[in-house]
């Protein structure tokens, strides 16, 4: 309960300064942490752990999101993009907070938003311990090993140029 609680007091301050982007690795996980294991739910309630989509020889791109977050509807262009041109290459992740929002309005909401994605939802605020998430919009990128080659928060981070460090 206390990490969500400074997760939201962190959050609510960055909404209240305005802030629309924060320069990549000036937040979050350190470049080339491995990317830690965190017990999480698919959308239809089912147990799952983060680390099942991370590594195993394939980058991952992972987003910790929210229905509501402004960041995040603006990052999504660039995310569905991404999507389809590195599909293929690239796994991509949707980790929904429960901050503000259950599990079925994250299913709704998937219906039409980041298709092609595998998402999780966070119930109990693991993965967004773990990954030492600052803010919703947080885009954190794995290299084939599992390691973080970058992390980054706000609606206009360059998700292409970010990839293109992981996909050759």
């Known amino acids: ?3 969500l609680s400074m997760f939201r007091r962190a959050l609510g301050a960055l909404l209240l300064l305005g ?3 924060v320069a990549a690795q000036d937040t979050g996980l350190p470049i080339g942490t491995v990317g830690p294991a965190a017990a999480l739910e698919t ?3 089912t147990a799952a752990n983060l680390s099942s ?3 195993g020889g394939k980058p991952t791109l992972i987003e910790f999101w929210a ?3 402004p960041n995040c509807r603006q990052l999504e262009p660039a995310l569905d993009a991404a999507q389809r041109r590195y599909g293929n290459q690239v796994r991509f ?3 929904a907070v429960s901050v503000n929002q259950s599990s079925e309005r994250v299913k709704r909401y998937v219906t039409e938003h980041l298709r092609g994605f595998t998402h999780f939802y966070d119930r109990r605020g693991q993965a967004v311990t773990n990954y030492d998430v600052p803010a919703t919009s947080y885009v954190v990128i794995l290299d084939k090993d599992g ?3 970058y992390g ?3 609606g206009d981070q360059d998700i292409a140029r970010a990839l293109a460090s992981v996909v050759r």
């Open 19 to 21: 802030a629309s982007s």
């Open 1 to 3: 309960m206390r990490t």
């Open 67 to 69: 229905t509501w977050c």
């Open 93 to 95: 992740v949707g980790v």
């Open 152 to 154: 980054g928060v706000g």
């Open 43 to 45: 959308l239809d309630g």
């Open 53 to 55: 989509v991370v590594g």
């Open 147 to 149: 390691k973080v080659v």
